[in-house]
């Protein structure tokens, strides 16, 4: 679903290294799973734009695995809005990436068609 996950915050009252910083990690357009920045959501999409596409698949997930928790699935272009009209400004993660969306690929290591180390494919289709 995404090879790469980069798990990490922009910048606030505590700084990050510059070469991570939310535009230098963006140009890539790995899957990002940030943290301790939705009071920021309007700065940090505008951030994460200057490099992903605006349509690129986003979600907040608000209070995950509590009862009140909630999920915004958005774009880049749209999810400051959503989650400003959803009152979220604490306690929420913010997702970005392609593996949002319903367009992937399924991973070749548990397709039967394919031989890898500890199993022969049935069908081999490589």
Do not use: C
Request: glycine share 2%; hydrophobic share 45%.
């Amino acid at each position: 679903v995404t090879q790469t996950m980069i798990l990490t915050r922009m910048a606030g009252r505590t700084p990050v290294p510059e070469a991570e910083s939310i535009e230098n990690l963006a140009k890539i357009q790995a899957s990002m799973a940030i943290f301790l920045s939705i009071a920021s959501i309007e700065e940090l999409a505008n951030k994460l734009m200057t490099s992903y596409p605006k349509d690129t698949p986003a979600a907040v997930v608000y209070k995950a695995s509590w009862p009140d928790q909630k999920i915004i699935m958005s774009t880049l272009e749209n999810i400051a809005g959503e989650v400003k009209n959803a009152d979220i400004n604490k306690t929420a993660l913010v997702y970005v990436g392609r593996f949002l969306a319903d367009e992937f690929e399924l991973s070749k290591l548990y397709d039967k068609h394919f031989s890898h180390e500890f199993r022969e494919a049935k069908d081999a289709r490589r």
